[in-house]
């Protein structure tokens, strides 16, 4: 089975805490090492411990407290013997002393900043009768069980020595909420530890935590062979081998550009936990979009850039590590482009008829088609200009392609990622400003009346000249 690698480091990490804990002693990275493993027991009262450091003990503190009652018994702020090693390190050295009654003890190192770690080694002191197992002071890590496997968990417990066989495990327990609540009230279960000397562990079934869910335990104690009891921590399991459940809702068709929600309704009944990991849009050709929060946890938006089936996918995972994932389908359209085209400036309708004069400024303009926002900037422009001149991916046209008169059928088409397309259709009449026939119609018939309105002119004045120069015949009588 493929598990995703990212869910198995996931995983990893809420385990973790039930990784056994290493003891305060012979940690490589430690700074302050003691000379002891916890445990060791003086019925004398009375021990001198050693140990080394590699930070300046300056500012240190110490205490000696009782692990059965939290109380400090003896405090300090130097130890008795601190010397210089060759390199660098310091050895340390230091008494302790009960003179009236014994103690299960902490004997804790305070060592001042930079390391505000606690330092801690556990003693037996004085009489076997006041001794009684010691939690270390860490984090008891959760128990998960997440399948139908036994865990053995490792417990920071420190018993005396020889106290290990017939110890127990008490546990206070009940099922309770996912904040720890308890649902009915608490009941007693003991389980018995196995100890080997380096580690005390208890195997867990998950049967014995039924039904599934949270597990609150109030209080869980060590008790040993002689019945000396360990104080009390808390801890909790969680039980929960069903995964969480998902869905997706969102619409099952869009259009290209369209911004898409997608609620994304996710539960666990068993851990009352679910939280996303991962919600992706896979597009038609493959690729992958994380999706972004739109108004809350749950609901989220995509907005598709190409047409085809597009499949929204979610994984959740549960508080117990348990992963679920969901996935949608949805039909993405094409929208087809609307052209647009303007003549310096005025826009062009279908069917428009335009006159301009040859060599004059002219800009038809197609940049104003539009299409969706995710196919407006890759738009295809073809222009057809009369029967022959056809244009492909270009925007605009200038006077340039109109170098001679006459009318043209001008056709742009834009074309759109998905071959969808729309056209306008103009005539554009090219004339030439040189002989304007407008002009021509206006002064003919004036230059003629001015030319008729001359020859009469001249027609009279021949006619009048005439007649005063006409000869008399002899003998005819002047009259
Ligand atoms: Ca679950
Ligand atoms: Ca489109």
Request: contains cysteine.
């Amino acid at each position: 089975m493929m598990v995703h690698p990212r869910v198995i480091v996931l995983i990893a990490v809420l385990l973790l805490p039930c990784v056994p804990v290493a003891a305060a002693d012979g940690a490589t990275d430690e700074a302050f090492v003691f000379n002891h493993d916890h445990g060791e027991t003086h019925p004398d009262g009375s021990v001198e411990l050693t140990g080394s450091s590699t930070l300046p003990l300056n500012d240190l503190t110490w205490e000696l407290i009782d692990a059965s009652t939290g109380a400090a018994l003896l405090t300090g702020t130097y130890l008795d013997s601190v010397a210089p090693n060759a390199d660098g390190s310091w050895s340390w050295s230091h008494n302790l002393s009960l003179v009236d009654s014994g103690c299960s003890c902490r004997f804790v190192v305070n060592l001042g900043a930079p390391d505000l770690q606690r330092h801690e080694l556990v003693v037996f002191l004085g009489s076997g009768m006041s001794w009684s197992p010691v939690w270390l002071t860490q984090p008891i890590g959760d128990v998960v069980f997440t399948d139908a496997d036994n865990r053995t968990v490792d417990l920071p417990i420190v018993l005396a020595p020889g106290r290990e066989n017939g110890s127990v495990l008490e546990v206070e327990r009940c099922p309770a909420s996912s904040t720890g609540v308890c649902k009915s009230p608490p009941t007693l279960a003991t389980f018995p530890l196995v100890t080997d000397g380096l580690s005390t562990t208890v195997v867990l079934n998950p049967l014995d935590w039924s039904p599934e869910g949270h597990w609150s335990v109030p209080s869980l104690v060590v008790i040993d062979n002689v019945l000396a009891r360990s104080d009390s921590v808390q801890w909790h399991v969680l039980h929960d081998l069903t995964p969480p459940e998902v869905s997706i809702e969102s619409a099952s068709s869009a259009n290209e550009s369209d911004l898409v929600l997608v609620v994304v309704n996710a539960t666990d009944s068993t851990s009352d936990l679910v939280e996303l990991v991962e919600l992706r849009a896979t597009s038609p050709d493959g690729r992958v979009t994380v999706l972004d929060a739109a108004v809350n946890d749950s609901e989220f938006t995509v907005q598709p850039d190409s047409s085809g089936s597009w499949t929204v996918h979610v994984t959740v995972r549960d508080g117990a590590g348990l992963s679920q994932t969901a996935s949608h389908v949805m039909q993405v359209s094409n929208l087809p482009p609307v052209a647009g085209v303007r003549l310096n400036g005025a826009m062009v309708e279908n069917g428009d008829a335009f006159q301009v004069k040859l060599g004059q400024p002219l800009l038809l303009d197609a940049s104003t088609s539009s299409d969706t926002a995710s196919d407006v900037l890759d738009l295809n422009h073809v222009w057809w200009i009369g029967d022959d001149v056809r244009l492909s991916g270009v925007e605009r046209l200038t006077e340039d392609r109109f170098q001679k008169t006459g009318t043209f059928d001008v056709r742009m088409e834009v074309v759109d990622d998905d071959g969808a397309a729309s056209e306008l259709v103009f005539t554009l009449e090219v004339v030439d400003p040189a002989a304007p026939l407008g002009d021509a119609v206006v002064v003919g018939p004036v230059v003629i009346l001015l030319i008729g309105v001359a020859l009469v002119g001249v027609f009279l004045f021949r006619q009048r000249k005439d007649s005063t120069s006409i000869p008399t015949w002899p003998g005819e009588g002047e009259t």
